[in-house]
């Protein structure tokens, strides 16, 4: 063959050389969207534990191929194996507030010759059981009355709905059940109608939600003004499905903001999007320090504000990308393992209840080095790991927020992370699997009303159908001052306070 001319032999090498420079970039993007694809499996699948569908079958599908399934194996049959699982824990003693029905169990025989017998003593033997909940019907009879000048006749109570049917009781059974239960509306209009013969249908009972929703909106405000006048929130949102009767054939998205103080009230703000509009509107009159996730909302909203609004970052989210991360090397598995020592030392002030002084001195005692040894490392691993990789985009996310996610430590009232406003979202979350979509815009904002009195309880301790009972039975008749007194949190301390006393105020026995 003859040989190739000087000029051949050089666009052949750029060719080459090409082609392997197309080669290894190719290689790089699948290993990352291959990444991208098992995170993607991990996250709305459920890894391998999921019985619908094998992850690594549908990674299989996705990825454009075919396989054919092995035969599975026949198990061998197991060898019977003697239970080491632990005694059971004695049994709990019933709470004292609980009806207590009693049944006497007379032998035959004494029933027929009671004379013939000496009572010795009595066992007793205890049993749970349950009693259906039950409608009632309540007639308010006003008798009339008359004498030489005028008629007479006691006036009606003040209601919750004039002329309505539901009293406080019921309107709270269908509050709660909605919100705190998750039952939607027509599944309560089905349960009334078949087990208990009431007919209720869903636009009343959406009628009594509305209602109750402008009964607890003053209360709804109060809290919101004892919140922002706090200078520590913090901040999260989830998303939720609505209809829109300008839209038809499909629901739109919106979002539930949430907002709240560790060990304080949680307040909810309805926004049909997910613009800063919504908390800017929120977080007009607070000034302090913001706690959120890295959303760039609330940091183009910082810088809006300067000085008055600082965000605290949230170690969790920081932490989640590095565990995304986990099976790209070892610097990953070292970096998850130095927040666990953040975390670690978090756990010993809890174990502890310190107060802010000492949450203070231990963190700047332990944490402050540990956050010093991860941030030389994260610098250094940044220039080893591909900027476009899980590693490298959790880096970059915590190099990004350096300053936020360290600032707790300073701060003993500080969290670590905002992990306690996120699980304040989580009946939402369940709440929205169940009803699919609230069902109008202005629906919305009456949601979070409900929500955050539901959410202040729960962080308060309170009984919500305890709770609503009593305020649904005070609210009709309660002045515009009093409605400080009836937020979860002053419902709770006036509680609390009774209880004392209750107790205080009880005579002590002696033993003859």
Known sequence: MDAMLPNELSALRELVATLQDTLQAAQVENKLLRQRLELFLKRYFGGTKNESLDPKQLELLLAGLTALSAPTPVAAKPTPVRSTAAPRSPRQALPAHLETELVVLEPVEVQQQPAGWRKLGEEVTEELDWKPAKFIKRLYIRPKYANADRIIIAPLPARLIEKGLPGAGLLTQVIVSKYEDHLPLYRQEKIYRERHGVTLSRQTLCGWVEAAADWLAPIYREMKATLVARDYLQADETPIRYLDPDVKGKSQSGWLWTYSQPQGDVVFDWNVSRSREGPRAFLQSFRGQLQTDGYGVYESLARERGEELIL??????????????????????????????????????????????????????????????????????????????????????????????????????????????????????????????????????????????????????????????????????????????????????????????????????TAA
């Open 312 to 509: 605290i970052g949230c170690w969790a989210h920081a932490r989640r990308g590095f565990h995304e991360a986990l099976g790209e090397g070892r610097a990953a598995a070292w970096l998850v393992g130095q927040i666990g020592r953040l975390y670690a030392v978090e756990k010993q002030l809890r174990e502890q209840n310190a107060g802010p002084r000492l949450r203070a001195a231990m963190r700047a005692w332990q944490s402050r080095p540990i956050l010093n040894r991860l941030r030389r490392a994260l610098e250094v691993v940044r220039r080893r790991v591909l900027p476009k990789s899980l590693l490298g985009q959790a880096i970059d996310y915590t190099l990004g927020r350096w300053e936020a996610l360290t600032r707790y430590v300073a701060d003993g009232r500080l969290e670590i992370d905002n992990n306690l406003c996120e699980n304040s979202i989580r009946p939402t979350a369940i709440g929205k699997k169940n009803f699919l979509f609230i069902g109008h815009p202005e629906a919305g904002q009456r949601s979070a009303v409900i929500y955050s009195v539901l959410g202040s309880c729960r962080r308060h301790g309170v009984n919500p159908a305890e709770y609503l009972q009593d305020v649904f039975e005070r609210l009709p008749k309660a002045k515009t001052s009093e409605v400080k007194s009836l937020t979860p949190a002053a419902w709770a301390k006036a509680k609390r306070k009774a209880a004392r006393q209750s107790v205080e105020a009880t005579p002590l026995t």
